[in-house]
């Protein structure tokens, strides 16, 4: 079974950074073949797709709403899935999940909070 | 391109309702990589349906998936209290992208 586990969110001012991680595990996860993913829910609003990496990580894409500020990456080595968010504004305030994804979204960790204040 | 859901489908339990999820007026949906998820809040997104119609390991057949045309629908048949949650679809987009769809709110009455 996958066990993917999130960290690093929290509160930041307007303009600031974070960076999220989220290690994954599991019998028979080998992470460095598989494609990941960051998915968003801002409160109220349903779920969005924020950017994927491939297997080597060579492979990128982000949602236009973020693209040019978050940057997703991985540690093979490690087992880490990044996710670098600069320039924030209150519309990134969300619970940010990680997922395996190679054409769906297989497995999802628990996710992280992100709250933005202006 | 955009995915709608209707905001809220409801039904009495033992009966069936269907979500459906339609492509933005006027543009084809050629994907067959569509995906369907159950989201309770505070928990974790689950898989339902994968590739249009196949159940997700250990999804009880009553959920069920299809497309036609421009539009996927999941439908829940034999309703229970226990599947009052959130449903979503999901396309893959091309490039390691996705859309979701609009969100849907499944009322047990």
């Known amino acids: 079974e996958v066990q993917l586990l999130e960290s690093g969110g929290g509160s930041v001012q307007r303009g600031g950074s974070l960076r999220l991680s989220c290690v994954g595990s599991?019998?028979?996860?080998?992470?460095?073949?598989?494609?990941m993913s960051w998915v968003r829910q801002a409160p109220g609003k349903g779920l969005e797709w924020v950017a994927s990496?491939?297997?080597?990580?060579?492979?990128?894409n982000h949602a236009n709403s973020v693209r040019g500020r978050f940057t997703v990456s991985r540690d093979n080595s490690k087992n880490i899935l990044y996710l670098q968010m600069n320039d924030l504004t209150t519309e990134d305030t969300a619970k940010y999940y990680c997922?395996?994804?190679?054409?769906?979204?297989?497995?999802w960790g628990q996710g992280t909070l992100v709250s933005v204040s202006s | 391109s955009a995915l709608t859901q209707p905001r809220s489908v409801s039904g009495y339990p033992g009966q069936s309702v269907t979500i459906s999820c339609t492509a933005a007026s006027g543009e084809s949906w050629s994907s067959n990589f569509v995906s369907w998820y159950q989201y309770r809040p505070g928990k974790a997104p689950r898989l339902l349906i994968q590739d249009v119609y196949k159940r997700s390991s250990g999804v009880p057949n009553r959920f069920s998936g299809s497309k036609f045309d421009s539009t996927a629908s999941l439908t829940i048949s034999g309703l229970q209290a226990e599947d009052e949650s959130d449903y979503y679809c999901c396309s893959y987009a091309g490039e390691y992208s996705y859309v979701f769809g609009s969100g849907t709110t499944v009322i047990v009455l």
């Open positions: 599991g019998s028979g996860f080998i992470f460095k073949n598989e494609a």
């Open positions: 997922a395996k994804a190679w054409l769906v979204f297989e497995s």
């Open positions: 990496i491939n297997g080597h990580g060579s492979t990128t």
